[in-house]
């Protein structure tokens, strides 16, 4: 039975105005990501890698051309929808955590649930199983200023998952992150999208991304490069430095 597809764009562009002049960043991408799918974005910065992800996300929107999310063309939807989609589709993961400083991991985790309608009482069950899920459950009341980076990567995981969405889209997720500990965030996301059938779509150059991708997209001056499946990927990663061998 055919997978189906979670994530369609069709002629996507986007140009941005420099004052009067117009700065075209993505030239028609067309792509189709299926409900399940690892995939990773890769190119170098200003290739428009970060755009497409925004407007994957209804972050921005296009210039031209048209963003499925689900089968629901997202150009057409007035702010009110846009934000109940958000909401409830996509989970998002950013390279700066992105944590509210005052508030208690547990409270971070919460905060979507709340703003779907869940009850508190509900909303705090759920994000204490996140949490223990993704290896915090000793830390369900400290502020993000009492975790370490990779420990705040794990809330904001937890956070993303909190309304069960269709789609992750994490942005550089291992970027502030050295390198033994981006390595387990990787395998932290891999593993929630084998068990929660969650498609993870990430814009990244980390190199590591590409052992746990179902596929990998090459962006280049605003267009699709290639597309690689994992099994044909010519980049091999190595160990992580500082890890023990067997």
């Known amino acids: 039975m055919p997978r189906e597809v979670i994530v369609r764009t069709i002629n996507l562009k986007k140009t941005y105005m420099l004052g009067k002049i117009p700065l075209p960043v993505l030239k028609g991408i067309d792509l189709e990501i299926l409900r399940g799918e690892y995939i990773s974005i890769m190119g170098p910065s200003g290739s428009g890698k970060t755009t497409l992800f925004n407007m994957i996300g209804g972050l921005d929107k296009p ?35 992105n944590l509210i400083p005052v508030m208690t991991a547990l409270e971070n985790v919460m905060l979507p649930m709340i703003f779907a309608g869940m009850s508190t009482d509900d909303a705090r069950e759920k994000a204490k199983q996140l949490l223990e899920t993704v290896g915090l459950g000793d830390r369900l009341h400290h502020k993000p200023f009492e975790l370490s980076g990779g420990q705040q990567q794990r809330v904001a995981i937890a956070r993303a998952l909190a309304n069960d969405p269709a789609i992750i889209l994490a942005d550089e997720p291992t970027g502030n992150l050295d390198l033994r500990t981006g390595k387990e965030i990787i395998n932290l996301l891999r593993q929630m999208n084998k068990e929660k059938q969650v498609s993870i779509i990430t814009a990244t150059h980390d190199l590591k991304m590409l052992d746990v991708s179902d596929r990998v997209i090459w962006i280049r001056d605003g267009m699709i490069e290639r597309i690689e499946d994992r099994e044909n990927l010519d980049i091999r ?3 992580v430095e500082g890890e023990e061998a067997g």
């Open 63 to 97: 210039t031209e051309g048209k963003v499925y999310i689900d089968e629901v063309d997202i150009a057409q939807l007035d702010a009110y929808e846009l934000a109940w989609l958000r909401c409830r589709k996509i989970g998002y993961i950013f390279q700066t955590f």
């Open 237 to 239: 990663v190595g160990h």
